[in-house]
């Protein structure tokens, strides 16, 4: 199946890939998420280790057990997402919207939080 990921401030298309999942499609190119408009993705327990997901919109997505170990989330669009036990190690939440995010036994050890966001 193919999948599109686009740009969530001019619509552009970001890239296009064959995956077997929108979460396969996503992790092959965690590498450079910035931007991704991922609005309301079912992304439960996808491996984005280290992904550059900077200014991505992440509204009402669904991170459930996602590996965001050492992920760049700053600016991010977090609002509403469910982070429920996700692994935020080392994440860099700075200028990240996090308001009604579900942050129920996630691992925010060592993240780098924007405190007036939380």
Do not use: Q, W
């Not at 199946?1 to 970001?14: A, E, L, P, Y």
């Not at 910035?34 to 439960?44: E, I, Q």
């Not at 900077?54 to 991010?76: E, F, M, P």
């Amino acid at each position: 199946m193919k999948f599109t990921i686009r740009n969530r401030f001019n619509d552009s298309v970001m890239f296009e890939i064959e995956a077997d999942s929108f979460v396969k499609a996503v992790e092959a190119k965690r590498a450079n998420l910035r931007g991704a408009d991922l609005y309301g993705a079912d992304l439960r327990n996808a491996n984005l280790r280290n992904a550059n997901l900077r200014d991505a919109n992440l509204r009402d997505a669904d991170l459930y057990g996602a590996d965001l170990y050492g992920a760049n989330l700053r600016d991010a669009d977090l609002y509403g997402a469910n982070l429920r036990d996700a692994d935020l190690y080392g994440a860099d939440l700075r200028g990240a919207d996090l308001c009604d995010a579900n942050l129920r036994g996630a691992d925010l050890c060592g993240c780098r939080p924007d405190k007036h966001k939380i």
